[in-house]
T-cell receptor, first 111, second 110 residues
Framework: RKEVEQDPGPFNVPEGATVAFNCTYSNSASQSFFWYRQDCRKEPKLLMSVYSSGNEDGRFTAQLNRASQYISLLIRDSKLSDSATYLCVVNPPGSARQLTFGSGTQLTVLP | NAGVTQTPKFRILKIGQSMTLQCTQDMNHNYMYWYRQDPGMGLKLIYYSVGAGITDKGEVPNGYNVSRSTTEDFPLRLELAAPSQTSVYFC?????????FGPGTRLLVL
């Protein structure tokens, strides 16, 4: 079983749509959770951290379910500029602040 | 601050050649990492460092070496390039939780 699993997509949605991405992780002792965004042929950048109580940043809402080892990202009112690959990222227990990356979910927002 | 910089941006190597991928950060971060990303795949950790003089293997270290003589620099060395090392290589650094990535080096081994 992969440590972090995501639906690879692609998700093609019209502008203004709401889209949700899901992710599961295998290590129940994982400490921290993130969503990173990666534009085509660019480096990953932090989109948002994911907290146990759920958190929102503008049009983006992240949720964590520790019991199910499940993370989600909801994007409301999609913009063309949201087109990217979204990486689910987990900080497993242990050392060196290492991160484990999912393979990513590709989103294309269509005009 | 330039953040994390990597050179070169792109390189073509012949099988058996060697090269060094350079990575520098100006944020005074102790933790630095090298990843490779193959098409459609997630990032795989090659090597990491928790401070100057300290390095350790990640998930896929075979065929690579690193050194960390200063806080700023974390070069990645390929000794005998193989086609399986064709990939995009990202360097990253962190002090807390957020990892900051360089723009990447695209390597093609023919």
């Amino acid at each position: 079983r992969k440590e972090v699993e995501q639906d690879p997509g692609p998700f093609n949605v019209p502008e203004g749509a709401t889209v949700a991405f899901n992710c599961t992780y295998s290590n129940s002792a994982s400490q921290s959770f993130f969503w990173y965004r990666q534009d085509c042929r660019k480096e990953p950048k932090l989109l948002m951290s994911v907290y146990s109580s759920g958190n929102e940043d503008g049009r983006f809402t992240a949720q964590l379910n520790r019991a199910s080892q499940y993370i989600s990202l909801l994007i409301r009112d999609s913009k063309l500029s949201d087109s990217a690959t979204y990486l689910c990222v987990v900080n497993p227990p242990g050392s060196a602040r290492q991160l484990t990356f999912g393979s990513g979910t590709q989103l294309t927002v269509l005009p | 601050n330039a953040g994390v910089t990597q050179t070169p941006k792109f390189r073509i190597l012949k099988i058996g050649q060697s090269m060094t991928l350079q990575c520098t950060q100006d944020m005074n971060h102790n933790y630095m990492y090298w990843y490779r990303q193959d098409p459609g795949m997630g990032l795989k950790l090659i090597y990491y460092s928790v401070g100057a003089g300290i390095t350790d293997k990640g998930e896929v270290p075979n065929g690579y070496n690193v050194s960390r003589s200063t806080t700023e620099d974390f070069p990645l060395r390929l000794e005998l390039a193989a086609p399986s090392q064709t990939s995009v290589y990202f360097c990253a650094s962190t002090q807390e939780e957020t990892q900051y990535f360089g723009p990447g080096t695209r390597l093609l081994v023919l």
